[in-house]
């Protein structure tokens, strides 16, 4: 007769940049258990993580600086609210008991994204996270390989430093921001830029803040 599937337990250990990336992203590693000594051939993790913004409190310069987001602080209560950052799947191999795992998660600076936004507006503390796993476990029941859903309650909480987002983005960016423009307003830009002889585009922003 088949045994129970085997029941896994997820917890998201810590974070760090990734290195060496050719693009910023970062590790977080992840400890899983499986009772019953189950032998775990395989098991291919599917995770979504969001931002639970509603589980830290705001200062009112962190408010000033998400205001994109959540609009003015008045209409916090009703806009504050959980972003979808990002969603990844991992193949992991096998295991008995318990293992690690690392899921690496590609980061931008671009500031149409929303997860971007939010973690380059926290000046400090930590960004609560939510890890939702879904997934296909691969395990031995005698000599016989079985296969298994992930329960749907197969989830973490993790608060990330936000200095960790930080260091990530000066490494990659140092002292500086990425903005994404259209081609129409780029050319703009640049003839702006050549009409005035201004050196770099620093100078070219600096410009038209002060003329604003």
């Known amino acids: 007769m088949p045994s129970a599937p085997p029941e896994l337990s997820i917890e998201v250990e810590g974070v ?38 509603t ?9 000033e600086r998400l205001a994109e987001l959540f609009g003015p602080p ?9 972003l979808l950052w990002t969603q990844t799947v991992t193949q992991v191999p096998a295991f008995t008991g318990s293992t690690r795992a690392r899921i690496t998660v590609p980061c931008t600076y671009d500031f149409e994204v929303a997860a971007a936004k939010y973690f380059h507006g926290l000046e400090d503390g930590e960004a609560p996270l939510d890890f939702l796993f879904t997934g296909t476990v691969f395990y031995l029941d005698g000599d016989r390989l079985q296969a298994a859903h ?4 197969a ?4 608060p990330m430093p936000v200095r960790v987002w930080r260091e ?35 100078d070219v922003i600096r410009s038209l803040l002060a003329k604003g």
Do not use: C
């Open 16 to 53: 760090e940049p990734a290195a060496p990336a050719a693009v910023p992203a970062l590790d977080f590693t992840l400890i899983l258990r499986a009772d019953g000594g189950h032998e775990i051939r395989s098991l291919t993790l599917a995770t979504q993580i969001r931002i639970d913004a």
């Open 155 to 158: 989830e973490a909480a993790f």
């Open 55 to 63: 589980r830290r409190g705001y200062g009112e310069r962190d408010k």
């Open 168 to 202: 990530l983005m000066e490494r990659h960016f140092p002292g500086g921001a990425w903005v994404r423009l259209g081609r129409e307003e780029f050319d703009r830009l640049y003839a702006y830029k050549v009409r005035h002889t201004l050196p770099g585009w620093d």
């Open 74 to 82: 008045d209409e916090w209560s009703r806009n504050l609210s959980s």
């Open 150 to 153: 992930l329960p749907r309650r």
